[in-house]
Each structure stands twice: as structure tokens, then as C-alpha cells.
């Protein structure tokens, strides 16, 4: 059992940023590819981001891609997504995941553990 616990979610202004972080408390947490989901009111849960077991690779949903940035500290057990130039359609809950794939993957499916989450709403 992996415990995921996010943080850093808020209301923030059209344009402007927050900082997600997960913390992943235990041994394992780099042998876990990582991810960030989120969802709207209404809607399905859809992919945001991922990251690779050691870093060196992540992969973005078009939506967010050069406004996020997702990554990972080994030795603190921590994931982050920086989130900058947010947008009104970017309001959220968010999610962190860790999954036992050894690679990056975009699908639900392919993440083991979920966080209970963090809203993030952008006011326009």
C-alpha cells in the first residue's frame, strides 16, 4: 500500500500559478512512475501528466503542455506539478498517482494508488 497525500491546491487568478506537491512517505517510492490526473465537475478523470521512475522522462496532455511541469525528488519522496499561466478551464480536483508500470503510462489503469486529491480553482 502506497499513502499519497497532495497539497498546495487553491484559488488563484486567471495567469497565475500554484504549485502541486505529493508526498509519497516510504522504501519504494522511486521503483513508482508518477502522475497527475485531475477532474471537473461533470467530467472524467483525464491525464495531466507523468514522470518516469527516475526522472528523466515525463509526458504532458496537450491542454497543459508549456504551462506544467512535473517532477520528482527521490530522496524526499515528493512529485510536484507546477502549474504557471493557468487558465479558468484548468479548475480542478487534482490528483496524484503512482504506478508499478516501468514506464511512463497515460492511462488510469496503469496507476496502483491514488491521493484523495486537491481542488485548484483559476478565477477568470
Known amino acids: 500500500q502506497v499513502l499519497l497525500v497532495e497539497s498546495g491546491g487553491g484559488l488563484v487568478q486567471a495567469g497565475g500559478s500554484l504549485r502541486l506537491s505529493c508526498a509519497a512517505p516510504?522504501?519504494?517510492?522511486?521503483?513508482?512512475?508518477m502522475g497527475w490526473f485531475r477532474q471537473a465537475p461533470g467530467k472524467e478523470r483525464e491525464f495531466v501528466a507523468a514522470?518516469?521512475?527516475?526522472?528523466?522522462?515525463?509526458y504532458y496532455a496537450d491542454s497543459v503542455k508549456g504551462r506544467f511541469a512535473i517532477s520528482r525528488d527521490n530522496v524526499k519522496n515528493m512529485v510536484y506539478l507546477q502549474m504557471n499561466s493557468l487558465k479558468p478551464e484548468d479548475t480542478a480536483v487534482y490528483y496524484c498517482?503512482?504506478?508499478?508500470?516501468?514506464?511512463?503510462?497515460?492511462?488510469?489503469?496503469?496507476?496502483?494508488?491514488w491521493g484523495q486529491g486537491t481542488q485548484v480553482t483559476v478565477s477568470s
Open positions: 498517482a503512482a504506478g508499478t508500470k516501468s514506464i511512463v503510462a497515460v492511462a488510469k489503469a496503469a496507476y496502483d494508488y
Open positions: 516510504g522504501r519504494t517510492f522511486s521503483s513508482y512512475i
Open positions: 514522470i518516469s521512475r527516475g526522472g528523466g522522462n515525463t
